[in-house]
Structures are given as C-alpha cells and as structure tokens.
C-alpha cells in the first residue's frame, strides 16, 4: 500500500485528474499532487497490456459521442488509459461509451464549446488532447465556422496554454479552400488555425469513413427509397477513397505513441480508389438490392436536399453534403500515410459486409459474400 502514495517527476502533461464538477474518480490523493504537473502512480505505465493496465496516457476526447469518437474512447479504453470525456449531448447518449473502460477510467465532464474556462478544464489534467469535434451539417446555433475553426482553435490555444505534449487535431482528405463545400473550405481554415496555435500538433486528414454506424455507405443504401440513386453525371466523373474507421482510430492511438509524428500531416486513404457509380453499383450488389442508377443535375439535387434542410429533425441530405460526396478524393503523395503509423489499410471489400447485411432481404441475410462481383478499383 506504501507504493501507491508515491511520486516522482516526469515530463509535463501527466497529471491525475483533480476532483471537481464531473471529475470524481481516481482523485483521492491531494498530498502527492503538485502545481508543477508532477506524475502520479497512478498514470506511471504499469501493468500487463489491457484495459486493467494503466498505459500512461491521460486523454481528453472532445467529440467524443461521434461517429469516430466511439472507436478511439474504445481503442484507449482497451489499453488502460485514463479518458476524459467532454460532453454536452443527453446522458442516454454516453451509455455506449461507459463500458469501453476499466472501473474508473472514463470521466465525464460536461462543457460549453464556447466558453474557454471550460475547456481550460476539460484539458488541464492531460498529456494527449484529441480534437473530433464536428457535424456535417449546420443549426442555428453552431455554423461550420464554429464547429471548424473557432472551437478547434480554442482548444489548441488553450491545450497549448495548458502544457499539455501531444494534440491530434482531425481534419478531412480533401479540405481546401477552392472546394465548392463550405465544410471542406472551413476544414482547411481550421486546419490552418490548428497549426499556427499549436505548431507540434499532428494533423490527421481521413477521406470518406465507412463502418457500421457511417453516413457514408449506408447513405447510398437508404437511397433504394427514392426508386433509385440519383448521381450527378452518373457518378462517373467522381473518385473515392474511402478508409475503415476502425484504421483511423488505430492512427489516432499510433500516432499518440510516435514522438516523430509532432508537427506532421498525414493524408489517411484507403488502399483503392474507385468511381463513384462503381463503388455505388457495389453496395448494391452485396444488398441484393436492385441498382438504379440516374443522372441528375446538381441544380436539381441541390433543390431536393433543400426540402431535406428545411425539415425540423436530423436533415438525411443537405446541398453541402452533395457537393462532397461528388468531390473526387485528392491525393497527397508527399504526406505520410496509414502505412508510416505501421497500419495496413483496410480494402473496402473486406469489410464493407458488416456495414450492408441489415440491408438485405431476408432471404439473402447469409449469403456468402463471393456472390457479389468485387467492386472495379480506379487506377492509382
């Protein structure tokens, strides 16, 4: 018992979260807790690999409730980390993250994107700050230009104002300043903002994701209800690159690991790269579903998703979602990729199965997936 009340210094950053609103857990030894960011027993790496390990590292996962956030609370969870998790969502949405962790490890903090003693919080206790936060489309109350670039940027100078070492800051393959997508042009605000408060922060830029909760490939299978997938020229002149989420979150955990990795971008793609129409054709066929394919102007697309828009719930299609998907996927060959995080990508036909089988018929439920054509790749 007498070798838990020791201490000894470490680099800054590695700090036991304190008690206080939100924060309870693990905070029961004020004696040996110190201004100066000294390290406690409790975050020194000890333990066998797993989740009732303690891997050294103090996370706080802002964005933590999305789509990809679920995958790195869990990837941290697994290998003993302690996780704090901002948050402003309902309780009920927190349910599926609470079981990703040992007994203690995962701490909920509620706080307000838009006032900084918040996020001061939020940070002040950590070595590794993940910024996931994001939406694909806007509210009146939060524009892409908050959720983008004035969040992300208050979060880097304060992480930075905090001492904390590491900040991962994700952004997207294809943000630019020319694209026809305001979220994409606010990504590559942000991006920059990121860079310029945070110089060492590691910025990564992922295509489309596809996995089982996506926006992506199941998009496209939801649109059997409209008597067809309607393309803007067919899809034929739009190429995509999507990348498994599961590879993105094993980045997020590589890169925390790598001290080479401060103060790189990396361009996270996945291994193919196909026409639009042609990855479109191929969710179809491991649907068993009938593809009906229809050219429709983006004028035209732009007018039916403003009905989607204007509706009072979660918008299913809005303009700025047309014009990225139907943007083609850039490519950075001089950007580090999956491959430099020691990550081999995952083909989207390996995995794209788990993603479709509830949109099967009945009958077709376990068919063997060699019964579908594989999708045709575009050349690299």
């Not at 997020?252 to 103060?263: E, L, Q, S, V, Y």
Request: hydrophobic letters at 40%.
């Amino acid at each position: 018992m007498a070798a838990v009340a020791r201490c000894s210094r470490a680099p800054r950053g590695l700090l036991l979260p304190r008690a206080g609103p939100g924060i309870s857990v693990l905070a029961a030894a004020p004696s040996v807790l110190h201004q100066h960011r000294q390290v406690h027993h409790a975050v020194v790496p000890h333990g066998r690999s797993g989740r009732s390990s303690v891997s050294g590292i103090v996370a706080t996962v802002f964005g933590a409730t999305g789509f990809l956030g679920r995958y790195v609370v869990n990837r941290l969870g697994r290998i003993g980390s302690q996780v704090i998790i901002p948050y402003r969502c309902d309780q009920y949405d927190l349910m599926y993250l609470r079981p990703m962790g040992d007994l203690g490890q995962l701490l909920f903090l509620e706080w307000d994107c838009k006032d900084k003693d918040s996020i001061r919080r939020a940070v002040e206790h950590s070595n590794v700050v993940i910024n996931l936060v994001g939406k694909e489309w806007e509210t009146k109350n939060f524009k892409f230009e908050d959720e983008f670039v004035n969040i992300p940027t208050s979060i880097a100078q304060i992480t930075r104002e905090a001492g904390v070492e590491t900040l991962i800051h994700i952004s997207h393959l294809n943000a630019s300043m020319k694209s026809p997508s305001k979220y994409l042009r606010t990504k590559a605000v942000g991006e920059k903002a990121v860079r310029e408060e945070f110089p060492d922060a590691i910025i990564l830029k992922p295509s489309e994701m596809f996995g089982r909760e996506d926006r992506f490939l199941n998009h496209y299978a939801n649109m059997r209800w409209f008597g067809g997938v309607p393309l803007i020229s067919l899809g034929k002149q739009t190429v995509k690159q999507p990348v498994y989420v599961v590879d993105v979150a094993k980045a997020i955990i590589n890169a925390i690991k790598d001290p080479d990795a401060k103060g790189k971008t990396y361009a996270l793609a996945g291994p193919n790269r196909y026409l639009l129409y042609d990855m479109v054709e191929y969710i179809y066929a491991i649907c068993f579903r009938t593809f009906l394919p229809y050219p429709l102007p983006r004028p035209l697309y732009h007018l039916v998703a403003r009905f989607f828009e204007i509706n009072p719930f979660e918008p299913w299609l809005t303009r700025d979602k047309v014009d990225r998907f139907h943007t083609t996927d850039m490519t950075f060959p001089d950007l580090p990729g999956l491959e430099d995080l020691g990550i081999q990508p995952t083909p989207l036909e390996q995995k794209a199965i788990e993603v479709l089988r509830r949109h099967r018929r009945y009958r077709w439920l376990d068919a063997e997936l060699e019964e579908a054509k594989p999708a045709k790749t575009y050349p690299m």
